[in-house]
């Protein structure tokens, strides 16, 4: 009766196990797949500093290594920067086959901001910022560039040409709606910015104009984010995070089961491209797709 009563127990664990592994939720032939899966990750730097996708291209800056890296949607490198382009790159963003690098060079030089064509080819364009300046995002009309407590916004065309411009300004230092304490990252929603503030645990969404329009709190730390099609993405230690950014209610958490690489533990510089979710990992990016 003893050895029957084991041979049960041994037969309900393994089917238990069985059923454990189904209800995995990143894994794609569960009932309860949440869409998203890891698949790998790419390069094996100092320190991601920043990256963006575009096309079916990464272009990541490593500031320690003070180098600027193009690798493929299959994490093959295709170019690098020679080692004395660049003195310590902060933020890397691409608009209409350019990329746009702001390079730290320190007090009393503030920094600069390159132009580079996505074959690597440096244009003639550097202009320095006086300020020690740390993300920089562009559309077609404008530049933005984040300092610790607000953006400036500049005219492109007029910033490029190297002709005097004046720049508006969009928050000031604070805790109230508009302000901030330290921006981390930010990215455009349409005819929006949205910025993180990794102080205030806080995500603001502005006209292009500069204006306050409304504000996600997730209640933990953040540092990246990201918007695909109205689809705000906010890693953290508990995963990937999910908002409407319409009327600003959580839609679902994924990339939080189990242990190892597919499980995002920390707030995280994050990039959507298509149907791939890109994810920093200090040293590394992570790739999740459906």
Request: with cysteine; proline share 3%; net charge negative.
């Amino acid at each position: 009766m003893k050895k029957f009563t084991v041979m049960i127990i041994a037969v309900i664990f393994l089917i238990s196990c069985k059923d454990m592994k189904r209800v995995n939720p990143t894994d794609p032939s569960a009932s309860n797949y949440v869409g998203m899966h890891y698949t790998g990750s790419i390069g094996d730097f100092y320190e991601v500093s920043d990256f963006d996708a575009y096309g079916n291209d990464i272009f990541i800056v490593d500031e320690t290594a003070a180098l600027l890296y193009c690798f493929d949607k299959n994490g093959d490198e295709k170019w690098e920067t020679e080692p004395d382009v660049f003195k310590a790159p902060k933020s890397v963003h691409l608009n209409n086959s350019y990329i746009y690098v702001l390079d730290a060079w320190g007090a009393p030089d503030g920094n600069t901001l390159t132009v580079i064509s996505t074959a690597g080819i440096l244009s003639d364009f550097a202009v320095n910022l006086t300020a020690n300046a740390h993300k920089v995002i562009v559309d077609d009309s404008f530049i933005y560039i984040a300092y610790e407590t607000y953006i400036e916004k500049y005219d492109k065309d007029i910033l490029l040409n190297k002709l005097n411009t004046t720049n508006v300004i969009i928050g000031s230092v604070g805790t109230a709606d508009g302000q901030f304490m330290e921006i981390s990252d930010m990215c455009f929603n349409n005819n929006e910015i949205v910025v993180a503030d990794s102080e205030l645990d806080r995500i603001s969404f502005f006209s292009l104009s500069g204006g306050f329009l409304r504000k996600i709190e997730p209640g933990t730390d953040i540092k990246g984010i990201d918007v695909k099609d109205g689809i705000l993405y906010v890693p953290c230690e508990a995963g990937i995070m999910e908002y409407s950014c319409a009327n600003g209610n959580k839609l679902k958490t994924w990339a939080d089961y189990g242990e190892g690489n597919g499980k995002v533990i920390k707030p995280s510089l994050i990039d959507v491209n298509g149907s791939f979710v890109y994810v920093e990992n200090v040293s590394g990016i992570k790739v999740f797709e459906p």
